[in-house]
């Protein structure tokens, strides 16, 4: 067989695998999204805020963000972070800078992790961020919170997302530091905090052609009779 023949087999299979590479690659979504608000609040005091969360099947998370709710920037800085609620061990944290520098997706401001971490079904997660009440940035919570009316409209979340049955983070603090204080209802949330995720890429297609690559190249080298 002629080695240009060759060549080109083994190229086209090459950027077959590329191909199939790049669309697996899931898109990346907010773990929470609304449409349009009712209101905000915003009572002066300083707290760790947030919500817990289950993920069905296993996620990435590529940046954590915050709630700018005119969408014209951040008063102050948040520091964020997402921790494991058995352990309490931080497993990422970013700073979501004031102003309008972190990028703006929807409602929320992002600032991008080093590097993504997986999140597992099986685990509850906390995701949470100091609020620094006096002249900070109002959050929100989602759905209904102690008799009050959502502040938000049209929720959705991330298909693998749904909120643990346990109550909104919102405990007084001093500091940035495991959110332990809950405030709320069951399945409530306090929007502050939110992830940039998307799906783990399902590795089967991609194996498969692989291997058949494999394949084609062994039977390219095969001497013709």
């Not at 401001?109 to 900070?136: C, E, H, K, M």
């Amino acid at each position: 067989m002629p080695k240009h023949f060759f060549r080109q087999v083994v190229l086209h299979c090459a950027l077959l695998v590329t191909g199939a590479a790049v669309a697996t690659t899931a898109p990346v979504e907010p773990a929470v999204s609304f449409s349009s608000l009712n209101d905000s609040f915003l009572d002066g005091y300083t707290r760790m805020i947030g919500w817990q969360f289950t993920v069905s099947n296993p996620v990435q998370v590529a940046a954590l963000g915050w709630f700018d709710w005119q969408q014209d920037g951040l008063a102050r800085s948040h520091e964020v972070g997402l921790w494991s609620a058995a352990s309490q061990v931080l497993l990422a944290s970013a700073t979501v800078e004031a102003g309008t520098s972190a990028a703006l997706t929807g409602y929320f401001r992002y600032t991008p992790l080093a590097s993504a971490i997986t999140l597992t079904p099986g685990v509850t997660y906390r995701v949470a961020g100091l609020d620094i009440g006096a002249q900070g940035d109002p959050h929100v919570w989602t759905p209904q919170l102690s008799g009050f009316n959502a502040h938000v409209n049209g929720s959705s979340y991330a298909a693998a997302f749904q909120l643990a049955p346990g109550f909104a983070l919102g405990g007084i603090a001093n500091e940035f530091g495991y959110p332990e204080i809950t405030t709320g209802g069951v399945r409530q949330a306090l929007l502050g905090p939110n992830l940039l995720v998307s799906a783990v890429p399902e590795p089967g297609m991609l194996g498969r052609l692989a291997a058949g690559l494999g394949v084609v190249v062994l039977r390219a080298r095969r001497p013709t009779r």
